[in-house]
């Protein structure tokens, strides 16, 4: 046992790091960042689902319920009439650092900044599954449902600001309250609800002793809603002669929906060996939606009866769309190759085409501008309107093809009585594909009117006004190739307690790039003192990007089961988050990171 534990630890140590290299957004458009790892993925009951071991549970865990996401023909494995299982969990999310680019800009400042927003891996909150024998007289019938229900409550945008953003500027300089309109982030006006229900029905059939017929029914529903709206967030005064008004509205509503069917059929082929294949077909929709108004006005009052008002506002729409399918195989085979050792393959594939749709992106923004002040050269006050008004939009269309496939080979040792060892390696290979076209059109005008209050004089001072029209052809592509090896090692100390630890040593190699075409249209007419100017252009240019990125992934678990009797047991499981290793970059909290927490209770009758 000693000499075990030794050549065990001797493995972790020995594991090296890839080197990790930056990554870059290379799809051309920017995508609703808060993706899951569910969508339009088939519907699965994780015992664990957060960081990597999810990866690998179906592969390398023997649990009931793991088997029974490979294969629904494996709900006969069942022993007993009945059986319930629940569980609740510490973590509903796993954040990640990821920049996105948002137009936070109003008329305190031109420019743009761009925070830091945590991509959150969303799981459920508690879990239950339930599964009886409903005819009396025919026990090779079985059925049962499992449900997940996910609920999550964050902050509409979590942000990290920049040391120079306009905000902390004004605030530095004393026109500011920052510590005010934080606390006014956090109030109830600032939210975003995460709510997920996933549900599945099962049913099987023994057919014969060595073979058994499965079926499964599953439904997805995800809906994410959100609202900022600040309360008079931004009010500056200067003076008592000035001051300065902003807010800004936001609001998100994303959906995933998606209905799963599979079916699966088991063959015995002997005492010692079972063969299983299953197919199943997934149908699925995806559509986020998120605005945005900020509205801003500024007020000034000087002496000599010189004043200024202006006022600005500027609306938003990103609607997002992908409509999809995928097409899974799941085969394994399990061979006792002794009495106290067994082997398992495992060859997992899935075929997700999806369609993309940019609806409509719009940005509209007006402004009015009115100044009147003093001027000497003609001894007299002088009126200045000024107004703008700038319209955007964007359409896109594209298609993607994702191709995953999982080879896995298990290794499971019953060291002794009490001891037993599973280990093996797992080899995950992702392909995708996409293409998209877009459309953006840009149209502005301007225009700014002078006019001498003691003569009446009405003087056109300048006009602009313009059209940009960008169509843009984008080629995308990924490969990612994720090994993993993981070693578990459990025991039983006494009769009704049992403990499990297990590390997983993963590493990645992701390669990703783009072709894009751009054509460019450009027309500017100027007006300036009843003189117009137009200038015409067209250009068209290619570009090609690529990128790697290579790192390595540990993370660590644990359980401790109470069984006071065979058909009843309590666990207690621990997994820990990702620790990425790389020469760029060291992300996580050692070898053993922090730990989240779940327990669950089962029971056969």
């Not at 109030?187 to 229900?197: A, P, Q």
């Not at 529903?221 to 001051?243: C, H, K, Q, R, T």
């Not at 990125?549 to 621990?574: A, Q, V």
Request: aromatic content about 14%; some cysteine.
């Amino acid at each position: 046992m000693k000499k075990l534990i030794l050549i065990i630890s001797f493995l972790i140590v020995c594991q090296s790091s890839i080197v990790s290299q930056s990554s870059y957004h290379l799809r051309g458009y920017i995508e609703y960042y808060d993706q899951q790892s569910f969508f339009f993925s088939p519907s699965k009951f994780f015992l664990s689902q957060l960081d990597v071991q999810k990866d690998i549970q179906n592969s390398f865990s023997s649990h009931f319920l793991s088997r029974l996401n490979v294969n629904p023909a494996n709900l006969n494995r069942l022993s007993g009439k009945n059986y319930f299982y629940m569980d609740v969990r510490t973590s509903q999310k796993k954040a990640l650092p990821q920049s996105r680019f948002i137009d936070y800009s109003t008329s305190l400042n031109s420019s743009y900044f761009d925070p830091v927003v945590r991509f959150s891996e969303k799981e459920p909150l508690f879990s239950i599954a339930f599964f009886i024998n409903p005819l009396k007289r025919n026990p090779r019938f079985k059925s049962g449902i499992t449900y997940q229900y996910l609920q999550v409550d964050d902050r509409y945008d979590s942000k990290n600001f920049s040391s120079y953003s306009i905000y902390q500027v004004l605030a530095e300089s004393g026109r500011f309250d920052l510590d005010w309109w934080r606390n006014d982030l956090l109030n109830d006006i600032d939210f975003s609800k995460y709510r997920g229900h996933f549900i599945s029905f099962f049913n099987s059939y023994e057919l014969s002793k060595s073979i058994n017929l499965g079926i499964k029914v599953g439904v997805t529903s995800f809906i994410n809603l959100g609202n900022n709206m600040p309360a008079n967030a931004g009010y500056v005064s200067f003076d008592p002669f000035s001051e300065f008004f902003s807010n800004r509205v936001a609001s998100k509503k994303l959906e995933y929906k998606d209905w799963d069917i599979s079916t699966g059929i088991t063959i015995k082929n002997s005492e010692n060996s079972i063969a299983g294949i299953s197919i199943g077909f997934l149908n699925g929709n995806f559509n986020n939606d998120e605005s945005q108004n900020v509205f801003s006005r500024n007020q000034t009052f000087l002496e000599n009866d010189q004043s200024s008002l202006g006022h600005s506002n500027s609306e938003f729409r990103d609607i997002f769309e992908r409509t999809g399918s995928t097409l899974y195989t799941n085969l394994d085979y399990l061979l006792e190759a002794t009495s106290v050792s067994r082997v398992e393959f495992a060859y997992r594939t899935a075929r997700t085409a999806q369609d993309i749709n940019y609806g409509n992106q719009r940005l509209e923004s007006s402004g009015y501008n009115n100044a009147l002040y003093f001027d000497e050269s003609i001894n007299g006050y002088v009126n200045v309107d000024s107004d703008y008004d700038s319209k955007r939009q964007a359409t896109g269309i594209g298609n993607n093809i994702i191709w995953n496939h999982a080879v896995s080979l298990k290794y499971d040792y019953d060291i002794s009585k009490r001891v037993n060892l599973v280990t093996g390696i797992q080899l995950s290979l992702k392909k995708e594909n996409e293409n998209s076209t877009r459309i953006y059109q840009r149209v502005f005008n301007s225009k700014e009117i002078t006019s001498n209050e003691e003569n009446g004089i009405l003087i056109l001072g300048e006009a602009n006004s313009g059209l940009t029209s960008n169509k843009i052809l984008n080629d995308y592509y990924s490969r990612s190739l994720n090994t993993y090896i993981p070693i578990i090692l459990s025991t039983k100390l006494l009769k009704t307690l049992s403990i499990q630890v297990g590390f997983i040593h993963s590493k990645a190699d992701l390669k990703a790039g783009n072709e894009q075409v751009y054509r460019i249209y450009q027309e500017d007419v100027n007006t300036v003192n009843g003189v117009t100017t137009s200038i015409e252009s067209n250009e068209d240019f290619e570009s090609s990007n690529s990128v790697e990125n290579k790192f390595s992934n540990w993370n660590s678990f644990g359980s401790i089961t109470f069984s006071p009797n065979e058909r009843m047991s309590f666990l207690l499981r621990g997994v820990s988050s990702d620790t990425f290793r790389g020469d760029d970059f060291n992300y996580g909290n050692g070898l053993l990171g922090s730990f989240n927490f779940s327990i669950s209770a089962e029971v056969n009758f």
